[in-house]
């Protein structure tokens, strides 16, 4: 029999060893080359862009897999025939992961897949580098058109400012949508497909994986009161949403201060008038965008859209912010050109709600200064918003006007003369997608509002709101640090009389022209900007550690995405504060030459609202000598551009005052090709599984059968599994009638040919070798003691048999308790003769041996332990405590009750006509077997002291 086993076991571990180097073959395929098994399995892309899971106050829109991923069998389409062939041809119930030419990735194309319901997945593809469709743009026709709007009545289909637009991206996706756009991951793919792939059947052979799980679901209340929750429950925060909004960026010149003082000592004095209605200039640009895939650690392009409107931006901050004798007229006219970014308006206007919030609350700007005057919306005399500009058509710029708003034809004048005809005017067009909507919404068209864009009707950005919205949808292959490009003079065209007109319209006209900015300025930040954020200009006018942290960004365009909060991790809105505060900078500073710790410790009155930061200076923004480091001493200051859905106290954010967009977070985006077996290998596989099983099954049940034979060898007693239960019923009655009521067992009337196991009948080991040695008390025992006290007993037999055979192995043991006690003590031969005699002693013999023991002794023989010689001392206090009954003498004191130990010193051994087993008195469920109860309390709490 053990030979026919251990040829079974060796024939299952041999058909394991095949079917493991099966599996593997069909893995490995053609390549020789060991590889781990999950190396064989997979072929992993890591470079993969992705769509996300977003919510507002209503909806959620965006993509995800399931929790452990989609799976399905690949199928590449690369042109409209392979479309109408997959859908004409391939019936089947599974379900498959599209491979799709990204030039078919459309809103028509995605709902006929939807409905053959056999779509688990859409991986989209480019086949090179440099191929891209003729439009990619997943935005609205009409963006920012849903719910917040000065135009509630325009709808998507009249307005086509964005004329290629699918929507895409607002529409909600069950199943994950990715993007390859490296063309080696792509010719993997492909060669994949081609390899394992019959073009001809129904039946791939490869399958792909993708894993985009989203935490966020429903709309944002319900997200965000997850968060809530889950931070109420447990120690460590699980987030599942991140409202969206980043920073709203602001800066100025402090062209005179609330308050005056003559030293920072002396009490502030001397008000001077606050500021007056109509003195401040406001000057917008977006800093924000989306695509429809991210990609991780890659910025979301917006080369023209808010790219080049940003570079306009800043250009234009340089120009007013280097003219000494504007700065004297804005101070001596009490007026204020106000440069501020917007991080947020993509996606409802959320930056400019934010803004319109704090002016209308007073905290703009943000600072808990008393002595800085806020800014209202009554103190906006107009608004002057920059938009996208690189794609102008016959160089030709427009400014945008509402018609049922206020306007300064002067103004609009002065800039089409100005620009010597490169800006014109559309007068009864509505105004595109743009934040000043929001600002004319809430003053009720009161204010003047300007925006220049190079859209007339519809956007010249055919991949507006797109990955292709790159420096190669600007005409610019490539750009260098200190290059000048057609883009880059075009910037110069328009940003020289834009500044001149904010000028006119500030303080009117100057003496002499407006200073030139140095073309230089433009093609830094233009190469910074779309290309490198790590550029030598970033360096200059940062502080060194702050100009370190762009390093990791080396290569890298400045992102403009949907940023959430909080918003430490972006570059860029740290890039935007350096460049703007040094273009704003109070140049008079740049003539002093300070050193480092002069310009860090540098005395500033308590009106003081400026900062001061030593630097390397930017060479071409300096017209004075040059120094080793500069002092800039700006106005610069930020805000959360966080919708005020998100910081209103008790608001309900499924209402729709404002908007309240938040994105998901997720925890690993991933996608894997993996080569599905065929029928052939799986029936294999199959059947191989199924041999195992059953060999297993039959060495299963040889063992169980050889180990029942041998327990049923060694054992002689040939009692039954109902004669034990029927003893334990026994048994239970006897306990309960004994003289000695906490007796659990009852002693043998002669000691057994082993020793006794401390543990009794209800020892919790199974092990056969221990009921070899050790000797238990059994039914049969109790019946001879009950009735047969002189005779020998069934058990004892067994007994005497069992210690044969153990001599024959040479083994010897100890015969009892009381010999092991007895052979380390100076007792009477007579007495140990008397007590290991053959089974001839009686119960009450026994029970006298033990009487003549002295109190230690007869513990120890009886527990097998000596106790501490305070528990003798403590049953002589309560002895002198109680005489008649000193177990009960904590008993109205406490409510305790002394057991175990205290009951034999109490002379309960007189009276009872067996030996306990002291052993398994008073043990509590969850008692150790070394726990022993001394004291014991209230029964229903079952309070106990023991020792242990």
């Not at 039946?203 to 792909?208: A, E, F, Q």
């Not at 260098?480 to 490009?485: L, W």
């Not at 022209?513 to 093609?523: P, R």
């Not at 904590?890 to 009750?897: A, G």
């Amino acid at each position: 029999m053990k030979t026919m086993i251990v040829i079974l076991f060796w024939i299952m571990a041999l058909l394991s060893i095949v079917l493991f180097l099966f599996i593997i073959s069909l893995s490995n395929g053609d390549h020789p080359n060991p590889k781990r098994v999950l190396d064989n399995m997979y072929i992993e892309f890591d470079r993969v862009r992705y769509c996300v899971r977003r919510l507002n106050a209503t909806h959620e829109i965006g993509c995800q897999s399931s929790l452990s991923g989609n799976t399905g069998i690949m199928h590449m389409i690369d042109q409209e025939t392979d479309f109408t062939y997959f859908m004409n041809n391939f019936k089947s119930q599974n379900k498959y992961i599209i491979v799709l030419n990204a030039q078919l990735f459309d809103s028509s194309h995605i709902d006929r897949l939807i409905e053959t319901n056999k779509l688990n997945g859409l991986l989209l593809y480019l086949k090179s580098n440099t191929t891209r469709p003729s439009s990619f743009s997943h935005d609205d026709q009409c963006p920012n058109n849903r719910n917040y709007t000065l135009y509630p009545d325009q709808q998507q289909q009249t307005c086509q400012w964005n004329a290629n637009g699918t929507g895409l991206f607002f529409r909600h996706f069950s199943f994950p949508i990715m993007m390859i756009d490296e063309y080696d991951d792509y010719k993997r793919i492909v060669e994949v497909y081609h390899k394992f792939n019959d073009s001809n059947t129904q039946s791939p052979s490869c399958g792909l994986e993708m894993k985009t799980f989203m935490n966020a679901a429903h709309s944002s209340k319900t997200c965000m009161r997850r968060n809530q929750i889950s931070h109420l429950l447990i120690d460590v925060e699980e987030t599942y949403c991140d409202p969206v909004g980043g920073l709203n960026i602001y800066a100025k010149f402090l062209t005179y201060p609330v308050m005056k003082s003559t030293s920072d000592t002396q009490q502030i004095s001397n008000p001077i008038k606050s500021r007056p209605p109509k003195s401040v200039i406001l000057i917008l640009a977006q800093t924000d965008g989306f695509q429809f895939f991210l990609k991780t650690k890659i910025p979301g392009q917006g080369a023209d859209q808010p790219g080049s409107s940003l570079i306009t931006f800043l250009s234009l901050a340089h120009i007013i912010g280097s003219n000494a004798l504007l700065i004297a007229k804005l101070k001596e006219q009490e007026r204020d050109i106000l440069f501020l970014t917007l991080d947020g308006d993509s996606l409802d206007y959320s930056a400019s709600y934010r803004i319109i919030f704090d002016m209308n609350n007073n905290l703009f700007p943000s600072t808990e200064s008393k002595y800085e005057e806020r800014i209202k919306l009554d103190h906006i005399h107009s608004i002057i918003e920059i938009q996208s500009i690189g794609l102008a058509g016959d160089n030709k710029l427009w400014i945008h006007t509402d018609p049922n708003a206020v306007i300064n034809q002067t103004f609009i004048n002065l800039l089409i003369n100005n620009s010597n005809g490169s800006i014109d005017h559309l007068a009864n067009v509505r105004l595109p997608p743009a934040s000043s909507q929001i600002f004319l919404q809430q003053t009720n068209s009161t204010l003047p509002c300007y925006v220049l864009s190079d859209a007339k009707e519809t956007y010249q950005n055919h991949y507006y709101h797109s990955i292709f919205d790159d420096i190669y949808n600007l005409k610019l292959n490539s750009t260098s640090y200190n290059q000048t490009t057609d883009f880059s003079l075009w910037i110069k065209q328009i940003v020289q009389p834009l500044a001149q007109s904010i000028i006119q319209l500030a303080v009117g006209d100057l003496p002499g022209n407006v200073s030139l900015i140095n073309q230089q300025i433009i093609n830094d930040l233009a190469y910074c900007i779309l290309q490198n954020i790590n550029c030598e200009m970033i360096h200059n006018l940062t502080v060194t550690s702050v100009g370190n942290t762009f390093s990791q960004f080396n290569l890298t365009s400045l992102p403009f995405s949907i940023n959430t909060y909080p918003t430490s991790s972006t570059p860029t809105f740290t890039f935007i504060e350096n460049v703007l505060a040094y273009f704003l900078r109070d140049r008079s500073f740049d003539r002093l030459n300070m050193t480092e710790d002069g310009c860090k410790n540098y005395t500033k009155d308590v009106t003081d609202m400026n900062q001061y930061t030593y630097v390397k200076g930017y060479r071409p923004s300096i017209e004075n000598d040059v120094y080793t480091g500069y002092c800039v001493k700006s106005y610069l200051k930020y805000s959360q551009s966080l919708s005020p859905a998100f910081i209103i106290k008790n608001y309900d954010l499924s209402t729709l005052t404002y908007p309240a967009w938040t994105e998901s977070r997720w925890a690993l985006i991933q996608l894997r090709l993996f080569v599905i077996p065929t029928k052939k290998h799986e029936i294999a596989t199959l059947i191989i599984g199924i041999i195992l099983l059953c060999l297993s099954f039959i060495i299963c049940a040889l063992l169980r059968m050889s180990d029942y034979k041998r327990k049923k060898h060694s054992n002689h007693d040939g009692s039954s599994d109902d004669d034990e239960n029927n003893g334990d019923r026994k048994q239970k009655n006897i306990r309960e009638k004994s003289p000695l009521p906490l007796t659990s067992t009852i002693a043998k009337a002669t000691p057994p040919s082993k020793p006794v196991c401390k543990y009794g009948r209800e020892c919790y080991r199974n092990n056969p070798d221990h009921f070899r040695v050790f000797h238990h008390p059994t039914t049969d025992d109790l019946k001879s003691t009950e009735k047969l006290p002189t005779t020998t007993t069934k058990n004892a037999t067994k007994n005497s048999h069992s210690s044969k055979e153990k001599k024959e192995e040479t083994t010897i043991v100890k015969e009892n308790t009381l010999d092991r006690y007895m052979a380390t003590t100076e007792t009477s031969n007579s007495f140990k003769e008397k007590a290991t005699s053959d089974e001839q002693t009686t119960v009450n013999d026994d029970i006298n041996t033990y009487l003549k023991l002295s109190n230690e002794k007869l513990l120890f023989a009886l527990y097998e332990i000596h106790f501490p010689k305070d528990l003798y001392e403590f049953w002589k206090f309560c002895t002198d405590m109680n005489e008649e009954s000193p177990r009960d003498a904590l008993k109205s004191l406490l409510n305790f009750e002394l057991v175990g130990p205290f009951e034999i010193l109490d002379g309960y051994l007189r009276s009872s006509s067996t030996v306990p087993n002291l052993h398994l008195h008073y043990r509590y469920f969850y008692d150790v077997p070394e726990f022993m109860t001394v004291i014991k309390g209230d029964e229903t709490t079952q309070f106990h002291i023991g020792y242990y």
